[in-house]
């Protein structure tokens, strides 16, 4: 199983989502983030991604995190992957746009969860409303749609 960080920029009851541009994902808002490189620990992994996808730097100290989630692909296990989810407050400079994703802001109750993960709906909110969790889900063969989950509040 693949380890892998998950981070979203908030402020104000507004999430910072950024449109997958092409691999993984592709076509769906999220939070930055990505795997986890040899010797990395989650939280240098985190600002990595964070600044190589939207340009922004953040200190490891004001990362907050909410969860651990654990995603099984039926019949694709190479698919697998236990996510590490962040929230952040505080980072330097601007987001923007980069090869990969594409950054913009939502107020809280306007996230466009018809154009994310299907499983986001069941676990951001909470997340959002200051609740740690840990959760898993198992999905069909290409991720749109799911037969288990469980999220528990930690």
């Avoid at 100290?61 to 962040?86: A, C, R, S, T």
Wanted: proline share 3%.
């Amino acid at each position: 199983m693949k380890e892998a960080t998950l981070c979203f920029l908030v402020k104000e009851n507004q999430i910072l989502l950024a449109m997958k541009k092409r691999g993984f994902g592709a076509g769906k808002w999220n939070g930055a983030g990505g795997k986890i490189n040899a010797g990395e620990t989650i939280e240098e992994a985190t600002t990595r991604e964070v600044d190589e996808e939207l340009g922004v730097k953040l200190n490891e100290k004001h990362l907050e995190n909410f969860g651990d989630i654990k995603f099984y692909f039926k019949n694709k296990p190479d698919w697998d992957m236990h996510v590490h989810v962040f929230l952040i407050k505080i980072w330097e400079g601007e987001p923007r746009e980069s090869e990969e994703m594409k950054p913009q802001w939502y107020q809280y109750q306007e996230i466009p969860y018809d154009e994310m993960w299907i499983d986001d709906t069941y676990w951001l909110p909470k997340v959002l409303n200051g609740q740690k969790i840990e959760a898993e889900f198992h999905f069909n063969e290409d991720g749109s749609s799911f037969d288990k989950y469980n999220i528990k509040e930690t």
